[in-house]
Structures are given as structure tokens and as C-alpha cells.
């Protein structure tokens, strides 16, 4: 059974600093892209950022791009966010996800993620975690 379980959320004074962890199990991690999604009140639901395990590509949406990174532990299958100078806008529940890596030699890297992420085109989902920023 695939599990995705994210932790690592809670209240950050704004220009702080938290970690989310995403452990996965159940399938063979390395074949995996993982993708981290926030969810705001009244918002809808918004790709952050994504990682390929397979060959280790990356990508973050605009908003985030600077201040998040996406990092995995392939042997803890783990993968973390470490996001940076959060801002009160980037409260929200944090949802990562994962799915088969399905990049072809001509459609891969960020281009390929960014098109994942967009399409929230990830069978597995974890049950959330609460960032909040205050301001």
C-alpha cells in the first residue's frame, strides 16, 4: 500500500523558516516523482514544487522559487522542503503526493515536472500538514 505522510508543519513568525517532511512507502522511491501542493481557506489548490527521483531534476512555481527547497533521502525515502523567508501568504496545508516517474528522453527536467505539478497528475496523496505564518 502506498503511504505518504508529511510532517514537519506549525506557527512561524513571518521570515522564518520550516522543514516538511514527505516519508514515503510502499513503492519503490527511486521511481517515484514526489510534489509538494498547498492548500490556502478559499484558494485553490497550488503545485509548489516537485521532484523527480529518478534523476534527481527539480522544479518550484514562481511564488516559491528562491526561498523553497526540495531535497530527497533516498535512503530514509524521505523528502523534505526546507522553505525559507515565509511570508504570512504562504499559510496553507501542505499536501505532498507521488507518482510513477513517466519522463521520456525527450520530455523530462523541469519542463516535464512543471507539467506534473500543474496537472496535479499524482495518484497518491498524503493527509496534509498546517504551515502557518504570522505576520
Known amino acids: 500500500e502506498v503511504q505518504l505522510v508529511e510532517s514537519g508543519g506549525g506557527l512561524v513568525q513571518a521570515g522564518g523558516s520550516l522543514r516538511l517532511s514527505c516519508a514515503a512507502s510502499?513503492?519503490?522511491?527511486?521511481?517515484?516523482?514526489i510534489g509538494w501542493f498547498r492548500q490556502a481557506p478559499g484558494k485553490e489548490r497550488e503545485g509548489v514544487s516537485c521532484?523527480?527521483?529518478?534523476?534527481?531534476?527539480?522544479y518550484y512555481a514562481d511564488s516559491v522559487k528562491g526561498r523553497f527547497t526540495i531535497s530527497s533521502d533516498n535512503a530514509k525515502n524521505t523528502v523534505y522542503l526546507q522553505m525559507n523567508s515565509l511570508k504570512p501568504e504562504d499559510t496553507a496545508v501542505y499536501y505532498c503526493?507521488?507518482?510513477?516517474?513517466?519522463?521520456?528522453?525527450?520530455?523530462?527536467?523541469?519542463?516535464?515536472?512543471?507539467?506534473?505539478?500543474?496537472?496535479?497528475?499524482?495518484?497518491?496523496w498524503g493527509q496534509g500538514t498546517q504551515v502557518t505564518v504570522s505576520s
Open positions: 521532484i523527480n527521483n529518478s534523476d534527481g531534476s527539480t
Open positions: 503526493a507521488g507518482d510513477w516517474d513517466r519522463s521520456k528522453a525527450y520530455y523530462s527536467g523541469e519542463y516535464y515536472l512543471k507539467d506534473r505539478l500543474e496537472l496535479a497528475d499524482f495518484g497518491s
Open positions: 510502499g513503492f519503490p522511491f527511486d521511481d517515484y516523482a
